[in-house]
């Protein structure tokens, strides 16, 4: 069973910075997307970004120019770094990982707050 450990998250102010990172206890060597989607209270899941094995990557359009997600292809992990974070950021975040199956994290509190 594959693992998703995620770390970071907590709390900015408006304009501030958060990093989160996400580590697979294993990857598919051949093909894996890997990334986070968040959800807020009384909203449905959304796509944040999400990277592939290749390096492709996708945001969610309430993020683009803002978050970058990277990824340590030798420590089966992916890094997202929030910039200029806004009150409508705040969300739990999920990591998730898919290649035969899909895999998800426990998910981490992030909280924009003045």
């Known amino acids: 069973q594959v693992q998703l450990v995620e770390s970071g998250g907590g709390l900015a102010p408006p304009g501030g910075s958060l990093n989160l990172s996400c580590t697979a206890s294993?990857?598919?060597?051949?093909?894996?997307?890997m990334g986070w989607h968040r959800q807020a209270p009384g909203k449905q899941r959304e796509l944040v970004a999400d990277?592939?094995?290749?390096?492709?990557?996708m945001y969610g359009d309430p993020v683009k120019g803002r978050f970058t997600i990277s990824t340590d292809n030798a420590k089966n992990t992916v890094f997202l770094h929030m910039n200029d974070l806004k009150p409508e950021d705040t969300a739990v975040y999920y990591c998730?990982?898919?290649?035969?199956?899909?895999?998800w994290g426990q998910g981490t509190q992030v909280t924009v707050s003045s």
């Open positions: 294993e990857r598919n060597p051949n093909y894996w997307l």
């Open positions: 990277i592939t094995k290749l390096g492709t990557s």
């Open positions: 998730y990982l898919h290649q035969s199956q899909d895999y």
